[in-house]
Nanobody
Framework: QVHLVESGGDSVQAGGSLRLSCAPS????????LGWFRQAPGKGREAVAV????????YYVDSIEGRFSISRDKAQNTVSLQMDKLKPNDTAMYYC?????????????????WGQGTQVTVSA
């Protein structure tokens, strides 16, 4: 089992930036997918961005185009989500998740391990 700890959530004003980090422990599989998902109040959980060990990022929310970037820091052993030009509708609990990479693309389904989440609140 992979244990995931998220950090970096905060309350910011619209137009601000945040950097979320996900620190996985117990990750021994060389083929992995780590992704960021979010759940806004009253809405279902949605995939935001995922990254595989093959270095291939995929973004799933049209509204984040050009504003969010997922990356891996090998030295820190973390996967981060840089969020710029934040909007009020980015307000959500953000979760990091893991699964073993079976196919070339990670996709947004069937993640097996989840963190507790970190809250992002963007005020107008």
């Amino acid at each position: 089992q992979v244990h995931l700890v998220e950090s970096g959530g905060d309350s910011v004003q619209a137009g601000g930036s945040l950097r979320l980090s996900c620190a996985p422990s117990g990750l021994t599989n060389k083929r992995w997918c780590l992704g960021w998902f979010r759940q806004a109040p009253g809405k279902g959980r949605e995939a935001v961005a995922v990254l595989g060990d093959n270095g291939r990022p995929t973004y799933y929310v049209d509204s984040i185009e050009g504003r969010f970037s997922i990356s891996r820091d090998k030295a820190q052993n973390t996967v981060s989500l840089q969020m710029d030009k934040l909007k009020p509708n980015d307000t959500a609990m953000y979760y990091c998740a893991y699964k073993e990479r079976i196919y070339y693309d990670c996709g947004r389904r069937d993640y097996s391990d989840w963190g507790q989440g970190t809250q992002v609140t963007v005020s107008a």
